[in-house]
Structure formats: C-alpha cells, structure tokens
C-alpha cells in the first residue's frame, strides 16, 4: 500500500504534469520529483513535444548531483524506453544509479508498455508502480484512450437554451452569425478548451450558417487543427475557417474525390471518407495516423447527433443559456441524467462522462 510520503510526492508530479496541458500532444503529460531524506532536491515537467522529458529537467534541476545515487524519483507515467527526439529516460536513471523509482501508472503504449520498468529493474531500482494510478490515468485519458482504443478521445460540445434548441430556425436568419445564447464567460472558456485538444471538427451546415474561426482569439493558446465535414464540397474558400490563423482540413466524400474543387487551396488538406460517415473505421483510422489523441466536436445539432449515435464520444460539455426560443434547431438528444453541473455566470455547464466508454 501506498505510504503518505509516496502520495504526497506523487500529487506534485501531477501538479507539475499538468503544467504541459495544451502543449505536450502527442506525447502524454509528466511531471517527476527527486527526493533525498524526504525533502524536494530536483523537480520538472514536459514541455512540449519535441523538448527535454520530465525525468530529464527533475534531474537537470538537482545541485548537488552526488545525492542522485541515495535519492527517490518519482513520476506519475513509467519512463520511457524508446529513442525518439530525445534519448530513453529509463537508461538514464539506470545509469545514474537513482536506487528507487515510484511510478504512477504503466505507459500502455505499446513501444514502451513495461519496457521501461524492465530496464530500471534490471538495473538494480527499486521500482514501485501504482501510486494515485487512477489519477495518473485521468491526467492523461486523451493518451491512454488514444493507444488502448486506437482512436482520439473525443468531447461534444453545444450550446442550448432552456426549453432545449441550439438555434433559431435558419430561415429566420438575417445575417451569417452564431445564435449567442451562453454568455463572454462561456465564449472564454471554450476558447480555453480549444487550446487543451489536438483537432476540432464541425459540420457543413454550421460552417456556412454561423462562418466560425474555430480558434482560440479570446485565450493565449495554440489553435487546433480545425476538420470541417464538407461532403459535396459546398464551403466557399472566403469562410473564416480557411483563413491562415489555423491548419484547415476538409471531409469529403469519397464519390468525389474524381471531381473535386480544382480551386480549393494547397493549404487545405482533404480526407476522403465513405458517407455515411462510418465512424469507428474511417475517421479512427484517419485520427490515427495523424496522431489526432483529442477532437472537440462543436457541432452543429446534425454531426452533434452523429457521434452520440454512433456512441464515439467521451464526455459532453454542454451550456444551458437563460434563453427561451420556443421553436428552432433542436438539441442533441443526451443521457444527462449523471451530469456535474456548475454555474458560469448567467448560464449552467453539464459536464457529462460517457460510461460506456470510459478508458479505465
């Protein structure tokens, strides 16, 4: 069983961990701790992807690096085994003769999945795993759904009013502009959200009504991939979505990729899909190869229904504005009876986990 001194250095590892948030994709959130007589001598975090490991900048940050050999590391994901863009940190330690190593969760990655606890072992560690496992797999759900389900873990995300529409008819429309129905606190917090997942993806229909940037202007993060679902390549090429403040790509379908749009820009890359769309075969795979691990969906009602559908969904974020349109578009119809809720100013945010799919 876990001891208070091994939970205690392990919630900082966390803490450190999610400091990465936003930037680390592909690669998983980390954070490691040195201890030498149950006090901090060396700690850091991932980055980002392409940067200098966890293990690497705790043991970086260490003065006197003759205690390396008497100290404890701890790290909330096993380290790694493997040569990428930067050496294996599993051999590191070993070589530095760190004597023990507490693990928060395997890496169940199948390039590293146990490789590296074997080297430490073989070393001569002491190595301990499981400590705040169930945290250390939640810190990192986009990862491990990304490796053991082999596809991105994915977030619906809409707006709807309190007797349950996301948008007045669109023939009453005057102008190309979203339906404001949450409040700028909520507008803020999902530009926030856009900048913690890899992609996100919206339908035809929306693109065209409302003419989104789908980035994240009001929050100092990067933006995602932005996916827009365009079948019979009906976007014209002025819509905000293929301005230069972010990668494009679109979804068509596969009948015609013979007759494709000669003007659409280089810029743009496009997928071909089968319509319908078959979720767990052509977009995983898709997701997969791209190393897409999460996809906020932002709608509309239509591609919102699609993926509750078809079950490909992880959680929903859904805001309950203080407006009543009477009739409009509907909302996505969704099993929210196990939702968190919370207040954001004038409106309600239900946070609801899919358990059918939950990665634990």
């Given at each position: 069983?876990?001891?208070?001194?091994?939970?205690?250095?392990?919630?900082?590892?966390?803490?450190?961990?999610?400091?990465?948030?936003?930037?680390?994709?592909?690669?998983?959130?980390?954070?490691?701790?040195?201890?030498?007589?149950?006090?901090?001598?060396?700690?850091?975090?991932?980055?980002?992807?392409?940067?200098?490991?966890?293990?690497?900048?705790?043991i970086n940050s260490v003065k006197n690096r003759n205690l390396l050999n008497q100290s404890t590391l701890y790290v909330n994901l096993e380290p790694c085994s493997h040569f990428g863009k930067t050496?294996?940190?599993?051999?590191?330690?070993?070589?530095?003769?760190?004597?023990?190593?507490?693990?928060?969760?395997?890496?169940?990655?199948?390039?590293?999945?146990?490789?590296?606890?074997?080297?430490?072992?073989?070393?001569?560690?002491?190595?301990?795993?499981?400590?705040?496992?169930?945290?250390?797999?939640?810190?990192?759900?986009?990862?491990?759904?990304?490796?053991?389900?082999?596809?991105?873990?994915?977030?619906?995300?809409?707006?709807?009013?309190?007797?349950?529409?996301?948008?007045?008819?669109?023939d009453t429309k005057k102008e190309t502009r979203p339906t404001w129905i949450s409040n700028q606190y909520s507008k803020v917090l999902v530009h926030k959200w856009r900048s913690e997942e890899d992609?996100?993806?919206?339908?035809?229909?929306?693109?065209?009504?409302?003419?989104?940037?789908?980035?994240?202007?009001?929050?100092?993060?990067?933006?995602?991939?932005?996916?827009?679902?365009?079948?019979?390549?009906?976007?014209?090429?002025?819509?905000?979505?293929?301005?230069?403040?972010?990668?494009?790509?679109?979804?068509?379908?596969?009948?015609?990729?013979?007759?494709?749009?000669?003007?659409?820009?280089?810029?743009?890359?496009?997928?071909?899909?089968?319509?319908?769309?078959?979720?767990?075969?052509?977009?995983?795979?898709?997701?997969?190869?791209?190393?897409?691990?999460?996809?906020?969906?932002?709608?509309?009602?239509?591609?919102?229904?699609?993926?509750?559908?078809?079950?490909?969904?992880?959680?929903?974020?859904?805001?309950?504005?203080?407006?009543?349109?009477?009739?409009?578009?509907?909302?996505?119809?969704?099993?929210?009876?196990?939702?968190?809720?919370?207040?954001?100013?004038?409106?309600?945010?239900?946070?609801?986990?899919?358990?059918?799919?939950?990665?634990?």
């Amino acid at each position: 069983m876990e001891s208070i001194q091994q939970v205690k250095y392990m919630r900082r590892c966390l803490d450190l961990a999610r400091m990465g948030f936003g930037s680390t994709s592909p690669n998983p959130m980390v954070g490691s701790v040195i201890v030498f007589n149950d006090k901090i001598i060396g700690e850091g975090y991932h980055r980002r992807a392409g940067e200098p490991h966890a293990e690497v900048n705790a043991i970086n940050s260490v003065k006197n690096r003759n205690l390396l050999n008497q100290s404890t590391l701890y790290v909330n994901l096993e380290p790694c085994s493997h040569f990428g863009k930067t050496p294996p940190c599993a051999n590191l330690i070993a070589d530095l003769k760190i004597p023990n190593v507490v693990i928060g969760t395997i890496d169940t990655a199948a390039h590293v999945s146990g490789k590296g606890i074997e080297i430490l072992k073989k070393a001569g560690c002491n190595v301990r795993v499981g400590v705040l496992e169930k945290e250390s797999r939640e810190l990192n759900k986009r990862f491990f759904t990304f490796y053991e389900k082999k596809r991105p873990y994915i977030i619906l995300k809409w707006a709807e009013t309190l007797d349950g529409f996301v948008d007045i008819e669109p023939d009453t429309k005057k102008e190309t502009r979203p339906t404001w129905i949450s409040n700028q606190y909520s507008k803020v917090l999902v530009h926030k959200w856009r900048s913690e997942e890899d992609a996100i993806l919206i339908g035809t229909n929306t693109v065209i009504s409302d003419n989104p940037s789908l980035t994240t202007r009001e929050w100092a993060g990067k933006s995602p991939l932005r996916i827009a679902i365009d079948k019979n390549f009906r976007l014209s090429q002025d819509l905000n979505i293929f301005n230069n403040h972010a990668k494009t790509l679109v979804i068509a379908d596969k009948k015609n990729s013979i007759t494709q749009n000669e003007t659409l820009s280089e810029k743009i890359g496009i997928e071909f899909v089968d319509f319908p769309l078959d979720f767990a075969n052509h977009l995983s795979t898709f997701f997969v190869k791209n190393k897409i691990q999460s996809v906020i969906i932002e709608g509309g009602a239509k591609t919102l229904q699609y993926f509750i559908d078809a079950n490909y969904w992880d959680e929903a974020r859904v805001f309950i504005g203080p407006k009543v349109f009477k009739k409009g578009v509907n909302a996505p119809i969704l099993n929210k009876k196990n939702a968190v809720v919370e207040l954001l100013g004038s409106s309600k945010l239900l946070l609801v986990s899919n358990i059918d799919n939950y990665y634990q």
